[in-house]
């Protein structure tokens, strides 16, 4: 996947997460202040500070996919409400939660702290907190990654947003071999480069 392409790719993922806060803050002033909580929202935005962690903590895009599916898990498990307060805390220690067990490299919550601009040893209660709300379930099968990135397609191909429509970022979709490997198409049929992707779809 091109620099293009990975670019395309955070720029939904970042509407999806946006689109997530801007529901919860419907509710804030009902939620209970929480270890993830700020006192007032950041002054940088979900799209900047997604585009800030990409930048300097070197993750993989995956890895960002991956963020998403820990965050869910965390609004599943939890009574945090992810909005305008709780989002920079969540979204960096899932990012960093991600890179720890899908990237190959990856650096030592000090550095992670500073890109996220928290002191690191509140990092380190945000992610052992985190841990326990999700019950340590770190592990991602290949079918729950390719169902999280079909509905990232989907986002970016629907009409409903009007910064994502028509991104057309590349579809997960089975080979037609069965050699249990995925194959990366866009939406009218056309291949990407590599064609094939491997079972562990970590690796693409």
């Known amino acids: 996947m091109d620099d293009f392409k990975r670019f395309r790719l955070r720029n939904v993922l970042s509407c999806i997460i946006e ?4 529901r ?12 993830f909580t700020a006192q007032s929202p950041p002054d940088i935005s979900v799209r900047d500070y997604m585009e800030r962690l990409y930048r300097y903590s070197k993750c993989s895009v ?6 998403l599916i820990y965050i869910d898990r965390f ?3 939890s009574n945090i409400q992810v909005n305008s307060l709780t ?15 899908y990237d190959d490299n990856f650096y030592t919550n000090t550095h992670y ?14 992610e052992i907190e985190f841990l326990f709300s999700i019950g340590f379930s770190l592990y991602v099968s290949c079918e729950d990654y390719l169902r999280y990135h079909t509905e990232i397609y989907k986002h970016s191909m629907s009409r409903v947003c009007n910064l994502c429509s028509g991104l057309d970022i590349p579809m997960l979709c089975m080979s037609e071999s069965n050699d249990s490997s ?6 009218d049929g056309r291949d990407c480069s590599p064609t094939n992707v491997n079972y562990n779809v970590m690796s693409y």
């Open 182 to 187: 995925f194959v990366m198409r866009y939406g």
């Open 75 to 77: 609004i599943q498990s």
């Open 19 to 22: 689109s997530v806060v801007k």
């Open 87 to 101: 989002i920079h805390r969540i979204l960096l220690t899932s990012v960093v939660l991600a890179a720890k067990t």
């Open 62 to 67: 995956e890895c960002l996919v991956l963020a």
């Open 24 to 35: 919860g803050d419907e509710t804030i002033c009902d939620q209970p202040i929480t270890r």
């Open 113 to 126: 702290a500073r890109v996220g601009g928290i002191p690191v040893e509140e990092l380190n209660c945000l």
